[in-house]
């Protein structure tokens, strides 16, 4: 498995403002993923991000709204820009250490926009 | 593209009743399958997973068996107990994509 910390573990925003999310690996990891959980609903991937590379987003998300960062092998941002209500979700990071297996999960953040 | 389906909640049984939570999938390829839980309040934590037909993946009395004729990964436990009450996400991997896509998820409540 992996230790998997993300900051701020919640936060409540005004509308128009952004959020820089981190999430940090206790060891080296080749991708990191980032999920959106809105109320009540699914997991949705909004992008991965891959280190020394761009990430890649999917369809519906776009870098202008959410950029990522990884900067090295255990660390990567998600900021939320211009936020509206809409964006009131739950943000996960997640990790996975073989090709095609199993991801694990950071504690996600829960924003709160007003 | 892949796509996950399960059924919807929310799930209310009593105490030691027997649960079964079903979940059927669409993919390309021979994708893994796994169930991930979710506790009140908590992130997802991985519950068990299945890499390849006929596989049952078990852990902490659930078990679900990997059926490629049923395209199914159904998620049973013969005695629930108040501590499982959670979300329960089934999900599937492509190992071409890599990305995660999971299913609706289904709330269980278990009552004493």
């Known amino acids: 498995s992996a230790v998997i910390s993300q900051k701020p573990s919640r936060d409540i925003c005004q509308r128009g403002t952004s959020l820089t999310i981190q999430c940090q690996v206790d060891?080296?990891?080749?991708?990191m993923f980032w999920y959106r959980q809105q109320p009540g609903q699914s997991l949705t991937l909004i992008a991965t991000a891959n280190q020394g590379s761009e990430a890649t987003y999917e369809s519906g998300f776009v870098i202008d709204k959410f950029p990522i960062s990884r900067p090295n092998l255990t660390f990567s941002t998600l900021t939320v820009s211009n936020m509206s209500p809409e964006d009131s979700s739950i943000y996960l990071c997640?990790?996975?250490?073989?090709?095609?297996?199993?991801?694990?999960f950071g504690p996600g953040t829960r924003l709160t926009v007003t | 593209g892949d796509s996950v389906t399960q059924m919807e909640g929310p799930v209310t049984l009593s105490e030691e009743a027997f649960l079964t939570i079903n979940c059927t999938y669409t993919a390309t390829g021979y994708p893994s399958l796994f169930w991930y839980v979710q506790y009140p309040g908590e992130g997802l934590q991985l519950l068990l997973k299945a890499t390849k037909a006929d596989d049952k993946g078990s852990n902490k009395g659930f078990e679900a068996t990997y059926r490629k004729e049923t395209t199914s990964f159904h998620l049973e436990k013969g005695s629930v107990q108040v501590s499982d009450s959670a979300v329960y996400f089934c999900a599937l991997s492509n190992n071409a994509g890599n990305m995660l896509t999971f299913g609706g998820g289904t709330r269980l409540m278990v009552k004493p």
């Open positions: 060891s080296q990891v080749t991708m």
């Open positions: 997640s990790v996975e250490r073989v090709q095609g297996g199993e991801q694990y």
